[in-house]
């Protein structure tokens, strides 16, 4: 028996992700084709997300699938809940605070420029995800700002807004 909750931050992904591609081929005077394009970062994230997203879809439903066959064969009712669960509050939780840390470093953006919000989102992501020392984490913060600023505004010549 398939179930629709397990397969929801699949079909999420996938919402999300058509959003930004429709929003990426919209934009005036870009296109998504050219990389040196305001739109060709979205518009390709946005394609890797469908994709990831599709991908977690079809994933996911072959293990509730593959859970649910080895429970019928046990017989085991206190069993089949846990194997058609493949998600549990605390992981919905942990999506839903990351999308809402994706969302305040789109609205800093605009505020504090790009590498400011970039650095304050890679920042707080590390230390929310990974749970690692304060300085190892602005350590590798830095350095990934380091490392975007001169490989797309040095050497591909790109704007950042």
Do not use: H
């Not at 998504?32 to 518009?43: K, L, T, V, W, Y």
């Not at 969302?103 to 919000?117: N, Q, R, Y």
């Not at 690692?132 to 807004?161: E, H, K, M, R």
Request: glycine fraction near 4%.
């Amino acid at each position: 028996m398939y179930s629709f909750k397990s397969s929801l931050p699949g079909i999420l992904m996938v919402i999300v992700s058509l959003l930004v591609l429709s929003q990426a081929v919209v934009m005036e005077n870009q296109s998504i084709i050219d990389p040196a394009s305001g739109s060709f970062f979205p518009a390709l994230i946005a394609l890797i997300m469908l994709g990831a997203g599709i991908v977690t879809i079809f994933q996911d439903r072959s293990s509730t699938q593959k859970k649910a066959a080895e429970t019928a064969e046990q017989e085991n009712e206190s069993n089949e809940a846990d194997a058609l669960e493949t998600f549990t509050k605390k992981d919905y939780k942990l999506i839903l605070i990351y999308f809402c840390l994706v969302i305040g470093f789109v609205i800093l953006l605009p505020i504090l420029t790009f590498f400011p919000a970039a650095f304050l989102f890679l920042l707080t992501s590390m230390f929310y995800l990974k749970g690692v020392s304060w300085l190892l984490n602005v350590t590798v913060s830095l350095a990934t700002i380091v490392v975007i600023y001169f490989l797309f505004s040095q050497l591909f010549n790109i704007v950042f807004p």
